[in-house]
């Protein structure tokens, strides 16, 4: 018996072009995420993107929508101005691991705590990707990167960083949640946290945040297929996939 499939029409915002990105790289799938999400909810016309340095940041070429390109970590901080002064928009914010989780540490973390209305999507792969494969506050122990070639050490740099965890301890969370786009099952639940992420900002409850698991097979130095089966053999073990917080599913119980 043949499951029958949805087929979702294109994205309103998402731009018909050849992509940049490397090949087996998940931006794309994130953005197609993100842009279904604007689209199905009705908020096209009322979306405010900001992106910060990274990989992320070419984000605004592959999304039709109002942009800011924000210094390196300060998406969140701009952001926050941008809601402030427009309430009546959607505002969102777009980051890789090594800009939201390092330099940007103290912006995401003030961000969410004080309960701004924006959702910020987090894509993790576990390096810095533009610059060069540094290594990252995510990069796993034992990861090989050109700033720790021998492999990440626990006992010199520390053990990779939980975001969403963190992320969904602060009191003005009201929603956060860890997600993969390495098969299509993962991708499935990856579009609903998205749109939950954006929906929950409609409904002005507090910080939504979505940590999306990625892959970068050019600095992993993988195949594509290689690195999918990276995420999960090496990263869902460490990052587990699931929601950390929800405030309007725990007020409805």
């Not at 309103?12 to 604007?38: F, Q």
């Not at 969403?164 to 299509?184: D, H, K, Q, Y």
């Not at 579009?191 to 939504?208: D, H, I, N, P």
Request: charged content about 20%.
């Amino acid at each position: 018996m043949t499951q029958e499939i949805r087929v979702t029409s294109y994205p309103e915002v998402l731009t018909d072009r050849a992509s940049h990105y490397c090949p087996g790289c998940h931006h794309g799938t994130a953005h197609r995420l993100v842009a279904e999400a604007i689209t199905d909810l009705g908020l096209v016309d009322k979306t405010i993107l900001v992106g910060s340095i990274g990989c992320s940041v070419f984000i605004y070429n592959y999304l039709t929508l109002d942009a800011i390109e924000s210094p390196h970590g300060r998406a969140p901080a701009v952001a926050t101005g941008v809601k402030r002064a427009r309430p009546d928009k959607i505002v969102f914010t777009y980051q890789g691991d090594g800009d939201l989780a390092s330099i940007g540490m103290a912006e995401i973390m003030h961000c969410a705590n004080r309960g701004e209305n924006i959702t910020t999507i987090f894509v993790n792969n576990t390096v810095y990707g533009m610059t060069g494969g540094q290594m990252a506050p995510t990069t796993l122990v034992g990861q090989k990167t050109t700033t720790c070639p021998g492999g990440r050490c626990r006992e010199n740099e520390g053990m990779p960083i939980r975001m969403t965890e963190i992320i969904a301890s602060l009191g003005g969370v009201a929603f956060a949640e860890r997600v993969a786009v390495n098969n299509i099952k993962n991708i499935k639940k990856a579009r609903k946290a998205v749109t939950k992420a954006f929906e929950y900002q409609t409904k002005e409850v507090g910080f939504s945040f979505v940590e999306i698991l990625a892959t970068c097979p050019t600095n992993w130095r993988m195949t594509p297929l290689q690195a999918n089966k990276r995420i999960e053999t090496e990263m869902i073990p460490y990052f587990p996939l699931g929601n950390f917080k929800d405030v309007l599913a725990k007020e409805e119980k």
